[in-house]
């Protein structure tokens, strides 16, 4: 099945299954973030949107743990970049209806909570097919070393996803059932 009909798929399931009240356990992710020997505390998240997996208590959790949150502003071609953001600071909604950060103060994380459509046992992951996180990991990664975490419903796991080159590969992906790594 190609990446267009595998998106279509697994976005109605996501959407029937996203009613449920699902809870993601952060203390996973500080176990991950030991492991990995991250000692700077800047996350990459993001504001859920379309169905995602809700990671809002998740960076809450974090947050009050002296992590530095921001999320992702899509910029002119395209390009996606972070940007510093705490609860107590307003958003404001993007030409796609997201929700982003006013502040303008740009902050690169060393890791990230990936928003995915689809995810395998491989760790592959099947965006929304825009290429923003993909870009932007692949330029950031070349900086420095990062952690990327995709979260993720467990209905969400495919046997198998197609991959391109420029597809970012994930080091762990989260759903409400496991950790795979």
Do not use: C
């Amino acid at each position: 099945m190609n990446k267009k009909l595998l998106r279509k798929k697994i976005l109605s399931k996501r959407k029937k299954f996203s009613t449920k009240i699902i809870t993601f356990n952060p203390k996973k992710l500080i176990k991950i973030f030991k492991q990995n020997k991250i000692g700077k505390k800047v996350i990459g998240g993001y504001y859920p949107y379309n169905y995602e997996a809700n990671i809002l208590e998740i960076l809450k959790f974090l947050e009050k743990n002296n992590y530095q949150i921001s999320l992702p502003k899509i910029g002119k071609n395209y390009q996606m970049n972070f940007y510093k953001w705490s609860f107590k600071e307003p958003l404001s909604i993007n030409k796609y209806g997201i929700p982003e950060p006013v502040n303008k103060k740009i902050l690169h994380p060393n890791i990230f909570l990936v928003p995915l459509v689809a995810f395998d046992e491989k760790l592959n992951r099947l965006g929304y097919g825009g290429g923003f996180y993909d870009r932007y990991l692949k330029k950031i990664s070349k900086k420095k070393k990062v952690l990327k975490i995709g979260i993720a419903y467990s209905i969400q796991k495919l046997k198998n996803i197609p991959v391109n080159d420029y597809d970012m590969k994930l080091d762990n992906v989260i759903t409400e059932k496991k950790v795979y790594s």
